[in-house]
């Protein structure tokens, strides 16, 4: 079955910093990749997925993710995050070939420091 | 649209209680989810169904059950609740395609006591 491992459970970062959230996954079959954000208090919304072609994906509110199929990870990057990226972000794959599952890794908590 | 409904938003539940969380979208879309969330757990998949009358378990399907009677709503049922369902449940739908979008509802907070 699919799997998704997030590295990282809290990054802080400092205001217009870059950041980087790392991401991998482990599947036998081809897969759809997905980044989503969970603002305080509230639900689930997709920052940006990854399903074929350029391997570089960009998403909402300057947001990008890289798809690296030989070491099996989807990185998610913002070369200067801003306050309201205060969220915790989760990173999702699905394997359409094996099943309808969609599976999520534990989440990173992102926090802006001033 | 309104897009994924749940309710209630927030419930307290004693030991052995049951409910019904409801969840609802107006999206026409034949794949809907159930998730709960807990801190630092991510989200774990409870239950699944591709189209009306056709469900399937997630990763953590025990104490629960589904059915889906229309393709707008898909209820999840607590029948003897249990400290360790104390979660947040979300619902979510997407369309037909694998690679499209999950929507979100804005969740339902269970404490079970």
């Known amino acids: 079955a699919q799997s998704v491992t997030q590295l990282d459970s809290q990054v802080p970062v400092f205001e217009e910093a870059p950041v980087e959230l790392r991401c991998n996954y482990s599947?036998?079959?081809?897969?759809?990749l997905f980044w989503y954000v969970q603002y305080p208090n509230q639900g689930l919304q997709l920052l940006l997925k990854y399903l074929s072609g350029s391997t570089l994906v960009k998403g909402i509110n300057g947001f990008e993710a890289e798809f690296n199929k030989s070491q099996t990870s989807f990185h998610l990057r913002k070369p200067s995050v801003h306050i309201s990226d205060t969220a915790e972000y989760f990173c999702?794959?699905?394997?359409?070939?094996?099943?309808?599952?969609?599976?999520f890794g534990k989440g990173t908590r992102l926090h802006i420091l001033p | 649209n309104a897009g994924v409904t749940q309710t209630p938003k927030f419930r307290i539940l004693k030991i052995g209680q049951s409910m019904t969380l409801q969840c609802t979208q107006d999206m026409n879309h034949n794949y809907m989810y159930w998730y709960r969330q807990d801190p630092g757990m991510g989200l774990k998949l409870i239950y699944y169904s591709v189209g009306a009358g056709i469900t399937d378990k997630g990763e953590v399907p025990n104490g629960y059950n589904v059915s889906r009677s229309t393709t707008e709503d898909f209820p999840l049922r607590l029948e003897l609740a249990a400290p360790s369902q104390t979660s947040v449940y979300f619902c979510a739908s997407r369309g037909f395609s694998g690679g499209d979008t999950q929507y979100f509802g804005p969740g339902t907070r269970l404490t079970v006591l």
């Open positions: 999702a794959v699905s394997a359409p070939q094996r099943d309808d599952k969609i599976i």
């Open positions: 599947s036998s079959v081809s897969v759809y």
